[in-house]
């Protein structure tokens, strides 16, 4: 699809917030303008608490800002107003979400956690427990979906965890560090798996990480620095195209 | 169909996958089922008790007393009067009054009651209380096999008393004693005829009775102190001289003994006890010399009814007039309505209401459960009181609930965090908790009342092992002749409305206890904030 064809799946207009912190005040977001397109990419990199998960949080809607819009595929909503639940059960089909801690629920097998994300946006039939059974094969942890969370090791996780993120066909992907707690071969692996699913279903992802050679591979690159977000690497260094990160394509692979 | 999504995780996080249940839910439902049992079982025995009071004092007393407010002596033609009522099924009158009795040295001033023995067992069931009242003697070589006394024994010269009376004065009734021939064996003869002493009426004289087979099968009965010999045909019947003899029968389908066997009873007369009435001694303060009557005690009985004089003794109607030198009185009539009256204490009453009005201003009729009002009082009072002491226990466990929902909600809190971010509303996510407290009421009540049906059933075995362990064998024993636990009819909640009733209440109490233990920890999830849920630490 060509970038012009591409809609426009997720904004954000003028978001602002503070926190405020006794007497004093940190200002995370000032006037930050944010828009994603299907099928694309983009990676926000920057200094630790400079604010970057607050714009993740912003962006889905589990906070509210101090002033700004957001945008979910055309539907306008008002940053600054507090979260309802008619957004929460907009947003389970709308976003999907994946963390650097991954947070399966522990109660449950693989294929349940899979599913509970189906569960929230509206219940499990048939087709979600196929769809979860067959992006869990496609994350290479198909043969786990009866295991117990504790038993897998961190990339499993964090695959399951990518898995139950797209089991509702989200427009959005929200990955918040998802290579954080990761070594870097399996970071890289989970890397490869995020883009791939993201490309196929047509999914806007928007990746937080610290990773300089990751956020190369989004096909926008930001970096927010004192509330303001600007274009990451210098003018004219070249996108990665289409990066392995597994393998000899990934320069800090040995 | 779909499972709503807040009930199928607290299912899961109580029963999760990878195991059958976990610690924390096991401790929980253990706790309430052992709760809700406890408290089914402490009220459905105490149920128990109230139905087995109640069942004795209607058998001590009938279903109703007719009082007679005014000294009557046209009593006799009331009974068929009072049968004519639908509801009434028997009528038996009485009379009443403290005696004072002695034998020997020992006194004792019982509440004496007269009744007619030709009414039998129809209103108070007096086969049952002599039943109970039987006194066994013990020998190493012989057996006790005094027949059971009858009411129709009774007559003006004889009293039943009762076993308290009875071990005061140190005074029996009749009784009969088989003596075995060394080395005989007591088993049981099977198809051959073996010999039992049918009645022993209150006069009956202390002997030594001998019944012997001769070689040809003739049988002969002797009695030694006497030297009287009679000869006896078993084919035709008891051996019977009438009254102040023994009756001896031969049993089983062959009614003979083999050739040369010889049977030894030995036989006790009863006891006799003076009796002094108030107007004896009205009449002795008159310098008028009444000598005391003498009767003889017919047998002993045991009214299972504590309320019912400790002290007590039955006689005949007349003996009762006798004694109080009034001829043709009646104190009242006891009464037993039909079933289906008695039953219903609105019913009853209605009907005891009727009869008064047909009785006219003469007479009061009293039905049992307001006769004994103050003790159902007692007994609702105190089952009040175990409901107030063991509601507390319900809601410890309520608290205890409440604190491990409370620490799952803090420990789990980036995963609450993470169910608003995958489109949980703050309602449903609060919901989980609410309903784990929901699923932890509702399964240990399930399982407090199979447990609860469990030790219903098993009662008597479980109490004596219970009492047993604690108290030891002879310790069993006294607490279960105190308690008479093995003779409680606990219903089952199939069989009575008032045991399911019980059954659905504490399951409802504990299943709503549990659920608001869950409130707390379900509000404490539902108000936190996502964006700093995934945050914390």
């Known amino acids: 699809m060509s970038e012009e064809k591409r809609k426009l799946v997720l904004e954000g207009k003028s978001l602002s917030k503070t926190f405020r912190l006794g007497d004093g005040s940190i200002e995370v977001l000032s006037k930050a303008d944010i828009a994603l397109k299907e099928a694309s990419s983009m990676s926000i990199r920057g200094d630790s608490g400079c604010g970057k998960t607050t714009l993740l949080n912003l962006l889905a809607r589990l906070e509210d800002a101090d002033e700004g819009t957001i945008g979910w595929g ?11 639940s008619s957004e929460a059960v907009m947003r389970a089909r709308f976003i999907g979400v994946v963390y650097q801690a991954y947070y399966l629920i522990p109660e449950l097998n693989v294929l349940e956690n899979v599913l509970m994300a189906a569960r929230l946006a509206g219940g499990v039939g048939s087709e979600s427990v196929e769809r979860a059974r067959s ?12 295991q117990a969370p504790a038993k897998l090791s961190g990339g499993e996780r964090q695959r399951v ?27 890289g692996q989970v890397m490869d798996l995020l883009l791939d699913a993201c490309s196929e279903q047509g999914t806007g992802l928007i990746l937080v990480t610290h990773n300089p050679i990751f956020a190369q591979a989004a096909d926008v690159r930001l970096f927010l620095r004192q509330g303001k977000l600007t274009k990451d690497f210098d003018e004219g260094t070249t996108k ?15 | 169909m779909r499972i709503p999504w807040p009930l199928y995780l607290a299912w899961k996080q109580l029963f999760p996958s990878q195991r059958k249940i976990s610690f924390f839910s096991m401790l929980a439902i253990i706790g309430v089922a052992l709760g809700v049992n406890v408290m089914i079982v402490v009220i459905a025995f105490m149920q128990g008790f109230q139905q087995k009071f109640r069942k004795d004092i209607i058998n001590a007393q009938g279903h109703a007393r007719a009082i007679s407010l005014r000294s009557s002596s046209d009593w006799r033609q009331l009974p068929p009067r009072i049968l004519e009522q639908p509801a009434i099924e028997a009528v038996t009158p009485f009379l009443q009054g403290q005696l004072l009795i002695q034998s020997g040295a020992y006194k004792s001033i019982p509440f004496a009651l007269g009744l007619r023995p030709e009414d039998g067992d129809g209103v108070l069931p007096l086969g049952d209380f002599l039943d109970r009242g039987m006194l066994r003697l013990q020998a190493h070589d012989g057996e006790d096999v005094t027949p059971l006394p009858t009411v129709d024994t009774l007559d003006d010269g004889s009293v039943f008393v009762s076993s308290q009376v009875a071990s005061r004065l140190g005074v029996r009734p009749p009784a009969a004693v088989r003596f075995y021939e060394e080395n005989a064996t007591r088993s049981d003869r099977g198809e051959r005829g073996d010999l039992r002493v049918l009645r022993l009426d209150p006069y009956v004289e202390s002997g030594e009775w001998e019944i012997q087979a001769d ?7 002797s009695e030694s102190i006497s030297g009287d010999v009679f000869p006896w045909d078993p084919t035709r019947g008891p051996f019977d001289l009438g009254f102040g003899y023994p009756v001896f029968e031969i049993t089983g389908k062959e009614v003979s003994l083999d050739p040369g066997e010889r049977i030894l009873f030995h036989v006790f007369r009863a006891s006799t006890i003076e009796v002094f009435s108030p107007n004896m001694i009205e009449k002795a303060k008159a310098d008028e010399m009444v000598p005391p009557k003498e009767v003889r005690v017919g047998g002993i009985f045991e009214v299972p009814w504590q309320g019912f004089q400790m002290e007590a003794l039955i006689g005949t109607m007349r003996f009762m007039e006798d004694t109080r030198g009034e001829e043709g009185a009646c ?25 008064e009005v047909m009785l006219e201003e003469d007479w009061a009729v009293v039905p049992w459960f307001v006769e004994n009002a103050w003790f159902f009082e007692l007994l609702k009072f105190e089952e009040y009181l175990m409901v107030l002491i063991m509601v507390p226990i319900g809601l410890v466990a309520a608290f205890a609930i409440a604190i491990a929902l409370m620490t799952t ?5 980036r995963e609450i965090g993470l169910l608003s971010a995958m489109g949980g509303r703050r309602f449903s996510v609060g919901m989980v908790f609410c309903l784990q407290g929901f699923i932890i009421g509702t399964v240990g009540a399930i399982l407090g009342c199979g447990l609860a049906i469990l030790f219903i059933r098993y009662r008597d075995v ?22 008479d636990f093995n003779s409680l009819e606990v219903p089952f909640p199939w069989e009575s409305n008032e045991s399911l009733s019980v059954f659905l209440s504490f399951a409802l109490f504990s299943i709503l206890v549990s659920t608001f233990a869950g409130l707390l920890p379900a509000w404490r999830a539902s108000r936190l904030n996502p964006a700093e849920a995934l945050r914390s630490e």
């Open chain 2, 331 to 355: 104190d009242g009539f006891y009464l037993r309505f039909e079933d289906s009256v008695a039953r219903n204490e609105g019913r009853l009453e209605d009907a005891c209401r009727e009869l």
């Open chain 1, 135 to 146: 992006l869990l094969s496609k994350m290479g942890v198909g043969d786990k979906e009866k």
């Open chain 2, 462 to 483: 479980l109490m004596t092992f219970i009492v047993e362990n604690i108290a030891g064998a002879d310790g069993h024993a006294g607490v279960a002749q105190f308690y």
């Open chain 1, 161 to 187: 965890a990518i898995a139950r993120a797209l089991v509702n066909g989200p427009r959005v992907l929200l990955a918040d560090e998802p290579t954080g707690n990761l070594d870097e071969r399996t970071g």
């Open chain 1, 240 to 254: 990665w195209s289409r990066p392995r990160f597994c393998g000899y394509h990934y320069p800090g692979y040995r």
């Open chain 1, 74 to 84: 055309g539907h306008e909503i008002d940053a600054s107003a507090t979260p309802s």
């Open chain 2, 409 to 413: 909600v803090l420990r789990k809190i």
């Open chain 2, 215 to 221: 070689e040809n099968g003739s049988i002969l009965v």
